[in-house]
């Protein structure tokens, strides 16, 4: 059983936007970090952005400009929005969570499968 599922990944065009989400098949209470992680084949894992319980947010110096995080505890518990999409943009993003309480009890270290992006020019 996936602990996160995302959705709305996929194809879009350079210049473009696209914005998918990470969803719990549970109530979330509260959640101590999440953050989007991107993964191209053969390349390290990159940490594109981060939003805390406070909703502090945080991005990776190359992105700040064209990516948005956003959370809420209700349904898609965090979002990421990404514009003026460029080919580097394509490969696999995914949610995690540091930790988080929801109605299956304290949590730690969640991840979701991954959604896939491509960017063509």
């Known amino acids: 059983q996936a602990q996160f599922v995302e959705s709305g990944g996929g194809v879009a065009e350079v210049g473009g936007s696209l914005t998918f989400s990470c969803a719990a098949s549970?109530?979330?209470?509260?959640?101590?970090?999440l953050a989007w992680y991107r993964q191209a084949p053969g390349k390290h894992r990159e940490l594109a952005a981060t939003?805390?319980?406070?909703?502090?947010?945080d991005y990776a110096d190359s992105l700040w400009r064209r990516f948005t995080i956003s959370a809420d505890n209700a349904e898609n518990l965090v979002s990421l929005q990404m514009n003026s999409l460029v080919t580097e943009d394509t490969t696999s993003y995914h949610c995690?969570?540091?930790?988080?309480?929801?109605?299956?009890?304290?949590?730690?270290?969640?991840w979701g499968q991954g959604t896939r992006v491509t960017v063509s020019s």
């Open positions: 995690h969570a540091d930790s988080l309480t929801s109605t299956w009890g304290y949590e730690r270290d969640i």
């Open positions: 549970r109530k979330i209470f509260s959640f101590s970090r």
């Open positions: 939003i805390d319980g406070t909703g502090i947010t």
